[in-house]
């Protein structure tokens, strides 16, 4: 006999979970009962909206689920803003939230919640357990549904009586998703179509991606010499430095790139949903019906077809696809048969991509002492491949995009969700996956300060982190659309911020001012050498916004 908090956790082992995020709550007492002496490395956050980017960053680096508890009411409603970036990042994450006794439902008992209600626009399953003895199921279930097809996060609701109750229950195996590959006849007709094209392009993005996947995207671009753009925030997925990778279909992107796109006669998109970010506002593709004969491979059914008709739909992971792709090109019958139409001017298109989004990455004059510019120039060439760089949301974000290269896989943690305040929960969780790794936390004045408690977090549990505050005493978006629709009345866009640096001592940790540009490489150098978390407060000009870069929003 056990009571369900110590079932609970045997299915998490069981399913593989080795960390989980929280914020400690009356009502999953038995489940940190459960964690005790388990094994289970157990993070306790000051925000449950920082528990629950936590472990959506943690599913993100490791393609597993990332496991957060939170507590009943304001537990839950502070949590959903990670379970939302889960669901549009495609990310695979289990939420589970305390309820109120079994025998006090329906009666507004003390911050009761209906969950499905609440978390069914922003989860693939939201469910309430409501026998002890069925566990293993719902967790198992939980697994299965968080990873298969397009990945997701899914709400557990978790009565306080069910899960102090005891049950004799048999454990179940871990869950196993669905491969889902591709038909050998797509392949072929992807492949096929690709090379015969004149302007052909691959667009990557969207969820359940590997290393390995990332790898075969590479040897696949390259047998048939076709560019390769990345979606909004998923730059990691191709080397940066690979010859057919041309730069982000994101926000604001290099104009040359954007034309490609327009101008493809054939386009693959590989994994993204073709949302708004990564459509330019739906105008790269024209809806519903693009001008580019569209190669669709999404691992949901219902997405294909969903916003643009596809010439080709393809239901299957993209990683298993794309695996798929490069085995194909890679066989002889392919080669026998493989006659791309004018392979040097094909050459000669990727190349000039390739050199376009080159001098994109030229840094582009702006205002003040400090050039945000030449920062993200200094942060390319000098940390080494496997550094994690993470941001929320925000006008400083275009720089990053812009002027940084993503060399390794699972080196770029983004909401593409647009949510302020993810950067600084999401260096934290993947410093403490990968302790041995360079992780910088890229954040606004405005984005950090949504999650700044977050800093004690990373300093009690040593996740060494390197936060770059980008200071400019405004939301700078909103600021530049406002200077753009009311200009000369600014209204509600101010910041009065504090000394950031200070903080970062008051919690025993580095902390630094940098005004100018050469002051910069001293300052990372010192945060780098530390052996505590550090915070770096770049003071940056307020006139030196994005439009520089030619951004819509970010």
Same mark, same amino acid.
């Given at each position: 006999?056990?009571?369900? *908090?110590?079932?609970?956790?045997?299915?998490?082992? /069981?399913?593989g979970?080795?960390?989980?995020?929280?914020?400690?709550?009356?009502?999953?007492?038995?489940?940190?009962?459960?964690?005790?002496?388990?094994?289970?490395?157990?993070?306790?956050?000051r925000?449950?909206?920082?528990?629950?980017?936590?472990?959506?960053?943690?599913?993100?680096?490791?393609?597993?689920?990332?496991?957060?508890?939170v507590?009943?009411?304001?537990?839950?409603?502070?949590?959903?803003?990670?379970?939302?970036?889960?669901?549009?990042?495609?990310?695979?994450?289990?939420?589970?939230?305390?309820?109120?006794?079994?025998?006090?439902?329906?009666?507004?008992?003390?911050?009761?919640?209906? %969950?499905?209600a609440?978390?069914?626009?922003?989860?693939?399953?939201?469910?309430?357990?409501?026998?002890?003895?069925?566990l293993?199921e719902?967790?198992?279930?939980a697994?299965? /549904?968080?990873?298969?097809?397009?990945?997701g996060?899914?709400?557990?609701?978790?009565?306080?009586?069910?899960?102090?109750?005891?049950?004799?229950?048999? &454990?179940?195996?871990?869950?196993?998703?669905?491969?889902?590959q591709?038909?050998?006849?797509?392949?072929?007709?992807?492949?096929?179509?690709?090379?015969?094209a004149?302007?052909?392009?691959?667009l990557?993005g969207?969820?359940?991606?590997?290393?390995?996947?990332?790898?075969?995207?590479?040897?696949f671009?390259?047998?048939?010499?076709?560019?390769?753009?990345?979606?909004?925030?998923?730059?990691?997925?191709l080397?940066?430095?690979?010859?057919?990778?041309?730069?982000?279909?994101?926000i604001?992107? $290099?104009?040359?790139l954007?034309?490609?796109?327009?101008?493809?006669?054939?386009?693959?998109?590989l *994994?993204?949903?073709?949302?708004?970010?990564?459509?330019?506002?739906?105008?790269?593709?024209?809806?519903?019906?693009?001008e580019?004969a569209?190669?669709?491979?999404?691992?949901?059914?219902?997405?294909l077809?969903?916003?643009?008709?596809?010439?080709?739909?393809?239901?299957?992971?993209?990683?298993?696809?794309?695996?798929?792709?490069?085995?194909?090109?890679?066989?002889?019958?392919?080669?026998?048969?493989?006659?791309?139409?004018?392979?040097?001017?094909r050459?000669?298109?990727?190349?000039?991509?390739?050199?376009? %989004?080159?001098?994109?990455?030229?840094?582009v004059?702006t205002?003040?002492?400090?050039?945000?510019?030449?920062?993200?120039?200094? +942060?390319?060439?000098?940390?080494?491949?496997?550094?994690?760089?993470?941001?929320?949301?925000?006008? %400083?974000?275009?720089?990053?995009?812009?002027?940084?290269?993503?060399?390794?896989?699972?080196t770029? +943690?983004?909401?593409?969700?647009?949510?302020?305040?993810?950067?600084?929960?999401?260096?934290?969780?993947?410093?403490?996956?990968?302790? &041995?790794?360079?992780?910088?936390?890229?954040? *606004?004045?405005g984005c950090?300060?949504?999650?700044?408690?977050?800093f004690?977090?990373?300093?009690?549990y040593?996740?060494?982190?390197?936060?770059l505050?980008?200071?400019?005493g405004?939301?700078?978006?909103?600021?530049?659309?406002q200077q753009?629709?009311?200009?000369?009345?600014?209204?509600?866009?101010r910041?009065? $911020?504090?000394?950031?640096?200070?903080?970062?001592?008051?919690?025993?940790?580095?902390?630094?001012?940098?005004?100018?540009?050469?002051?910069?490489?001293?300052? +990372?150098?010192?945060?780098?050498?530390?052996?505590?978390?550090?915070?770096?407060?770049?003071?940056?000009?307020?006139?030196?916004?994005?439009?520089t870069?030619?951004?819509?929003?970010?």
């Open positions: 006999m056990r009571h369900g *908090g110590q079932i609970l956790v045997q299915a998490l082992k /069981t399913n979970v080795t960390r989980v995020f929280c914020v400690p709550g009356e009502s999953y007492l038995a489940a940190l009962d459960g964690l005790f002496d388990s094994g289970i490395d157990t993070v306790v956050t925000h449950e909206s920082g528990a629950a980017m936590m472990a959506e960053a943690h599913g993100k680096l490791t393609g597993r689920p990332g496991i957060a508890f507590t009943r009411g304001p537990g839950a409603t502070n949590a959903s803003a990670g379970v939302h970036i889960a669901f549009q990042d495609s990310t695979p994450m289990i939420l589970f939230v305390g309820q109120v006794a079994s025998d006090q439902r329906d009666r507004e008992a003390f911050q009761e919640v209906d %969950y499905r609440m978390f069914s626009p922003l989860a693939k399953w939201v469910a309430e357990v409501d026998r002890t003895d069925r293993p719902y967790i198992n279930r697994f299965a /549904t968080a990873l298969s097809g397009r990945p996060p899914v709400v557990l609701a978790l009565p306080e009586d069910m899960l102090s109750d005891q049950a004799d229950v048999i &454990d179940m195996p871990a869950a196993q998703p669905p491969k889902a591709a038909a050998q006849s797509d392949i072929a007709e992807i492949t096929e179509r690709l090379a015969q004149k302007r052909p392009f691959i990557v969207g969820g359940g991606w590997r290393a390995e996947a990332r790898d075969a995207l590479g040897a671009a390259k047998a048939l010499n076709v560019p390769v753009g990345a979606a909004f925030r998923c730059q990691d997925y080397n940066n430095d690979h010859p057919n990778y041309v730069g982000d279909v994101g604001g992107p $290099n104009p040359e954007a034309k490609a796109v327009r101008e493809a006669d054939v386009l693959l998109a *994994g993204p949903r073709l949302g708004e970010m990564t459509t330019s506002g739906y105008t790269l593709l024209r809806a519903p019906l693009p580019q569209l190669l669709h491979v999404h691992a949901d059914a219902n997405e077809g969903r916003v643009y008709h596809p010439s080709l739909g393809v239901a299957g992971r993209p990683a298993e696809v794309v695996l798929q792709l490069a085995a194909h090109t890679g066989s002889g019958r392919f080669q026998s048969t493989h006659n791309p139409h004018d392979p040097d001017g050459a000669a298109y990727v190349s000039a991509l390739r050199r376009s %989004y080159e001098a994109w990455q030229r840094p004059e205002p003040g002492d400090l050039k945000m510019q030449q920062v993200m120039a200094h +942060l390319r060439d000098t940390l080494p491949e496997t550094a994690i760089l993470t941001n929320g949301a925000g006008n %400083y974000a275009g720089w990053l995009h812009r002027y940084y290269r993503w060399r390794g896989w699972r770029q +943690l983004a909401p593409t969700s647009g949510s302020m305040g993810y950067g600084l929960p999401a260096a934290v969780a993947a410093a403490l996956e990968h302790p &041995d790794r360079s992780v910088l936390c890229l954040a *606004g004045d950090f300060q949504m999650t700044s408690q977050e004690g977090t990373a300093c009690e040593g996740a060494k982190v390197i936060v505050v980008v200071n400019n405004m939301y700078g978006t909103i600021r530049m659309h753009k629709t009311y200009p000369g009345r600014v209204s509600a866009t910041l009065k $911020n504090p000394d950031f640096a200070a903080l970062a001592r008051a919690y025993g940790a580095l902390g630094l001012t940098v005004t100018e540009t050469a002051a910069f490489p001293d300052a +990372l150098a010192q945060a780098m050498a530390a052996d505590t978390p550090a915070i770096l407060d770049l003071k940056v000009d307020p006139r030196a916004l994005s439009t870069l030619q951004t819509k929003d970010l």
